[in-house]
Protein backbone atom coordinates (compact mmCIF):
# COMPACT_ATOMS: atom_id res chain seq x y z
CA UNK A 1 0.00 0.00 0.00
CA UNK A 2 1.52 3.07 -0.87
CA UNK A 3 0.85 7.05 0.54
CA UNK A 4 2.41 9.67 -1.19
CA UNK A 5 5.94 8.75 -0.44
CA UNK A 6 5.53 6.44 2.37
CA UNK A 7 4.30 2.62 2.52
CA UNK A 8 3.20 -0.35 4.60
CA UNK A 9 2.33 -3.95 3.95
CA UNK A 10 -0.44 -4.48 5.23
CA UNK A 11 -4.06 -6.66 5.31
CA UNK A 12 -6.46 -5.63 2.75
CA UNK A 13 -9.95 -7.42 3.48
CA UNK A 14 -13.01 -6.73 0.69
CA UNK A 15 -16.12 -6.59 3.34
CA UNK A 16 -19.91 -6.11 3.03
CA UNK A 17 -21.70 -3.17 4.91
CA UNK A 18 -22.03 -5.66 8.05
CA UNK A 19 -19.00 -6.60 8.73
CA UNK A 20 -18.77 -3.59 10.83
CA UNK A 21 -21.28 -4.62 13.45
CA UNK A 22 -20.08 -8.46 13.61
CA UNK A 23 -16.91 -7.57 13.87
CA UNK A 24 -17.57 -4.91 16.58
CA UNK A 25 -15.49 -1.95 14.95
CA UNK A 26 -16.63 1.96 15.12
CA UNK A 27 -15.27 5.06 13.02
CA UNK A 28 -13.26 6.96 13.99
CA UNK A 29 -13.16 9.15 11.21
CA UNK A 30 -15.05 9.48 8.25
CA UNK A 31 -17.80 6.98 7.35
CA UNK A 32 -18.42 3.35 6.98
CA UNK A 33 -18.22 1.23 3.65
CA UNK A 34 -22.11 1.12 2.56
CA UNK A 35 -24.25 -0.81 -0.04
CA UNK A 36 -23.64 2.15 -3.09
CA UNK A 37 -20.16 1.39 -2.56
CA UNK A 38 -20.61 -2.21 -3.51
CA UNK A 39 -23.18 -1.49 -6.40
CA UNK A 40 -21.17 0.85 -8.21
CA UNK A 41 -17.80 -1.22 -7.37
CA UNK A 42 -16.51 2.33 -5.53
CA UNK A 43 -12.84 2.50 -4.98
CA UNK A 44 -13.01 3.49 -1.83
CA UNK A 45 -10.98 2.32 1.31
CA UNK A 46 -11.50 2.43 5.23
CA UNK A 47 -8.06 2.61 7.25
CA UNK A 48 -7.20 1.07 10.33
CA UNK A 49 -5.61 2.60 12.96
CA UNK A 50 -2.47 1.65 12.52
CA UNK A 51 -2.14 1.57 8.86
CA UNK A 52 -3.47 5.24 8.85
CA UNK A 53 -0.28 6.30 11.03
CA UNK A 54 2.08 4.70 8.96
CA UNK A 55 0.75 6.15 5.58
CA UNK A 56 -0.06 9.46 6.80
CA UNK A 57 1.88 10.18 10.12
CA UNK A 58 0.42 11.04 13.95
CA UNK A 59 -2.65 13.41 14.12
CA UNK A 60 -3.29 13.53 10.27
CA UNK A 61 -6.45 13.45 9.08
CA UNK A 62 -6.47 11.02 6.15
CA UNK A 63 -9.95 11.59 4.73
CA UNK A 64 -10.41 12.29 0.97
CA UNK A 65 -6.70 11.41 0.15
CA UNK A 66 -5.72 8.95 -2.13
CA UNK A 67 -3.41 5.46 -1.55
CA UNK A 68 -2.56 2.81 -3.84
CA UNK A 69 -3.15 -0.87 -3.71
CA UNK A 70 -1.61 -3.09 -6.34
CA UNK A 71 -1.70 -0.22 -8.19
CA UNK A 72 -4.97 0.97 -8.28
CA UNK A 73 -6.22 4.47 -6.63
CA UNK A 74 -8.56 4.17 -3.45
CA UNK A 75 -9.89 7.25 -2.02
CA UNK A 76 -10.06 7.31 1.68
CA UNK A 77 -13.37 7.40 3.63
CA UNK A 78 -13.14 6.42 7.00
CA UNK A 79 -10.42 5.14 9.76
CA UNK A 80 -11.51 3.03 12.50
CA UNK A 81 -11.21 3.07 16.79
CA UNK A 82 -8.38 1.40 17.60
CA UNK A 83 -9.14 -1.64 18.96
CA UNK A 84 -7.14 -4.97 20.72
CA UNK A 85 -5.98 -8.24 18.65
CA UNK A 86 -8.73 -11.09 18.02
CA UNK A 87 -6.13 -13.71 18.10
CA UNK A 88 -3.51 -13.51 15.44
CA UNK A 89 -5.99 -10.67 14.06
CA UNK A 90 -5.01 -7.21 14.39
CA UNK A 91 -7.88 -4.83 12.31
CA UNK A 92 -5.59 -1.77 13.55
CA UNK A 93 -3.69 -3.47 10.61
CA UNK A 94 -5.59 -3.89 8.18
CA UNK A 95 -7.50 -1.90 4.64
CA UNK A 96 -11.31 -2.32 4.40
CA UNK A 97 -12.46 -1.42 0.86
CA UNK A 98 -15.88 -3.22 -0.62
CA UNK A 99 -15.95 -7.10 -1.12
CA UNK A 100 -17.25 -6.23 -4.82
CA UNK A 101 -14.63 -4.18 -5.75
CA UNK A 102 -11.93 -6.43 -4.09
CA UNK A 103 -13.28 -9.49 -6.14
CA UNK A 104 -13.52 -7.53 -9.55
CA UNK A 105 -10.65 -5.38 -9.51
CA UNK A 106 -8.06 -6.58 -6.64
CA UNK A 107 -8.84 -10.17 -6.65
CA UNK A 108 -10.06 -11.12 -10.08
CA UNK A 109 -12.16 -13.70 -7.88
CA UNK A 110 -15.98 -14.67 -7.65
CA UNK A 111 -16.59 -16.47 -4.21
CA UNK A 112 -15.87 -15.68 -0.67
CA UNK A 113 -12.61 -16.79 1.53
CA UNK A 114 -14.09 -15.98 4.80
CA UNK A 115 -17.38 -15.08 6.25
CA UNK A 116 -17.70 -13.89 9.71
CA UNK A 117 -21.11 -14.08 11.91
CA UNK A 118 -22.26 -12.62 14.76
CA UNK A 119 -24.51 -13.76 17.78
CA UNK A 120 -26.16 -12.51 19.89
CA UNK A 121 -25.68 -14.87 23.00
CA UNK A 122 -22.90 -16.99 23.18
CA UNK A 123 -25.02 -20.04 23.74
CA UNK A 124 -26.07 -19.64 20.65
CA UNK A 125 -22.43 -20.15 19.40
CA UNK A 126 -22.98 -24.31 19.34
CA UNK A 127 -26.85 -24.25 17.52
CA UNK A 128 -25.67 -21.48 14.68
CA UNK A 129 -22.42 -22.89 14.24
CA UNK A 130 -24.42 -26.53 13.67
CA UNK A 131 -26.72 -24.47 10.98
CA UNK A 132 -24.14 -23.23 9.41
CA UNK A 133 -22.33 -26.25 8.47
CA UNK A 134 -26.04 -27.95 7.47
CA UNK A 135 -26.44 -24.84 5.15
CA UNK A 136 -22.99 -24.35 3.78
CA UNK A 137 -22.59 -28.08 2.84
CA UNK A 138 -26.01 -27.96 1.11
CA UNK A 139 -24.47 -25.28 -1.06
CA UNK A 140 -21.44 -27.33 -1.49
CA UNK A 141 -23.06 -30.66 -1.73
CA UNK A 142 -20.60 -32.27 0.48
CA UNK A 143 -21.57 -34.22 3.16
CA UNK A 144 -22.07 -32.29 6.82
CA UNK A 145 -19.60 -34.93 8.32
CA UNK A 146 -16.49 -34.83 5.82
CA UNK A 147 -16.97 -31.07 4.43
CA UNK A 148 -14.54 -28.92 2.58
CA UNK A 149 -14.84 -25.76 4.47
CA UNK A 150 -14.04 -25.22 8.19
CA UNK A 151 -15.92 -23.22 11.06
CA UNK A 152 -13.80 -21.34 13.73
CA UNK A 153 -15.86 -19.52 16.82
CA UNK A 154 -14.55 -17.25 19.08
CA UNK A 155 -14.90 -20.35 21.65
CA UNK A 156 -12.13 -22.36 19.54
CA UNK A 157 -10.41 -19.39 19.73
CA UNK A 158 -10.05 -19.41 23.18
CA UNK A 159 -9.72 -23.02 23.91
CA UNK A 160 -6.91 -23.24 21.50
CA UNK A 161 -4.61 -20.06 23.37
CA UNK A 162 -5.34 -21.70 26.80
CA UNK A 163 -4.16 -25.32 25.64
CA UNK A 164 -0.82 -23.14 24.05
CA UNK A 165 -0.33 -21.14 27.63
CA UNK A 166 -1.17 -24.24 30.07
CA UNK A 167 1.31 -25.94 27.52
CA UNK A 168 4.15 -22.85 28.42
CA UNK A 169 2.98 -22.89 32.04
CA UNK A 170 4.14 -26.78 32.49
CA UNK A 171 6.95 -26.08 30.22
CA UNK A 172 8.53 -23.41 32.30
CA UNK A 173 7.60 -25.35 35.19
CA UNK A 174 9.66 -28.40 34.31
CA UNK A 175 12.29 -25.85 33.42
CA UNK A 176 12.46 -24.19 36.82
CA UNK A 177 12.46 -27.55 38.49
CA UNK A 178 15.72 -28.68 36.40
CA UNK A 179 17.42 -25.31 37.53
CA UNK A 180 16.12 -25.49 41.01
CA UNK A 181 17.41 -29.84 40.75
CA UNK A 182 20.71 -28.96 39.18
CA UNK A 183 21.39 -25.83 42.03
CA UNK A 184 20.55 -28.26 44.79
CA UNK A 185 22.93 -30.77 43.19
CA UNK A 186 25.63 -28.35 43.26
CA UNK A 187 24.76 -26.49 46.30
CA UNK A 188 24.59 -30.06 47.78
CA UNK A 189 28.46 -31.17 46.43
CA UNK A 190 29.79 -27.96 47.41
CA UNK A 191 28.67 -28.05 51.29
CA UNK A 192 30.02 -32.06 51.17
CA UNK A 193 33.34 -30.46 49.98
CA UNK A 194 33.25 -27.80 52.70
CA UNK A 195 32.56 -30.57 55.76
CA UNK A 196 35.22 -32.87 54.58
CA UNK A 197 37.88 -30.11 54.34
CA UNK A 198 36.50 -29.05 58.11
CA UNK A 199 36.70 -32.28 59.33
CA UNK A 200 39.07 -30.94 62.45
CA UNK A 201 36.66 -28.36 62.65
CA UNK A 202 34.16 -30.02 63.62
CA UNK A 203 36.02 -32.45 65.91
CA UNK A 204 37.19 -29.61 67.84
CA UNK A 205 34.10 -28.42 68.12
CA UNK A 206 32.21 -31.49 69.14
CA UNK A 207 35.44 -32.13 71.90
CA UNK A 208 34.66 -28.54 73.51
CA UNK A 209 30.85 -29.73 73.86
CA UNK A 210 28.97 -28.66 70.46
CA UNK A 211 26.02 -31.16 69.58
CA UNK A 212 25.80 -33.17 66.36
CA UNK A 213 22.20 -30.57 65.67
CA UNK A 214 24.41 -27.23 66.24
CA UNK A 215 26.77 -28.61 63.91
CA UNK A 216 23.94 -29.51 61.07
CA UNK A 217 22.45 -25.87 61.78
CA UNK A 218 25.53 -24.22 61.20
CA UNK A 219 26.16 -25.85 57.67
CA UNK A 220 22.65 -25.73 57.31
CA UNK A 221 22.56 -21.90 57.84
CA UNK A 222 25.94 -21.39 55.57
CA UNK A 223 24.39 -23.12 52.77
CA UNK A 224 20.70 -20.82 52.99
CA UNK A 225 23.45 -17.45 52.80
CA UNK A 226 25.29 -18.97 50.10
CA UNK A 227 21.80 -19.70 47.86
CA UNK A 228 21.06 -16.27 48.69
CA UNK A 229 24.11 -14.64 48.11
CA UNK A 230 24.22 -16.57 44.66
CA UNK A 231 20.26 -15.65 43.88
CA UNK A 232 21.20 -12.17 44.36
CA UNK A 233 24.44 -11.69 42.33
CA UNK A 234 22.26 -14.08 39.63
CA UNK A 235 19.36 -11.45 39.63
CA UNK A 236 21.81 -8.33 39.25
CA UNK A 237 24.17 -9.59 36.73
CA UNK A 238 20.66 -11.21 34.52
CA UNK A 239 19.00 -7.39 34.75
CA UNK A 240 22.31 -6.44 33.90
CA UNK A 241 22.63 -8.08 30.87
CA UNK A 242 19.06 -7.78 29.69
CA UNK A 243 19.09 -4.28 30.45
CA UNK A 244 22.03 -3.97 28.13
CA UNK A 245 20.38 -5.04 24.86
CA UNK A 246 17.60 -1.82 25.29
Given at each position: ?12 I??A??Y??V??M ?9 E?HLR ?8 GS???S?L?GEGI??IG ?8 N?R?I?V??P?G????FD ?5 L?P??T ?8 D???I ?7 K ?6 QE ?5 L?R?H?V??Q?P??S?V???D??G????V???FT????AV?G ?8 G??N ?9 T?E??L ?11 S?Q????SIA ?14 G ?6
Amino acid sequence: MVAGTNNTNTTVIGVAPDYFQVRNMSIALGSYIVEPHLRGLERVAVLGSTVASDLFGEGINPIGKSIYINKTNFRVIGVLEPKGSVGFFDPNDTILVPLTTMQKILAGVDYLSIIAVGVESKDLISQVQEEITLALSRKHRVDPQNPDFSIVSQSDIIGTLTQVANTFTIFLAAVAGISLLVGGIGIMNMMLTTVTERTREIGLRRAIGAKRKDISLQFLLESIALTFIGGVFGNYFGMGNCCSRF
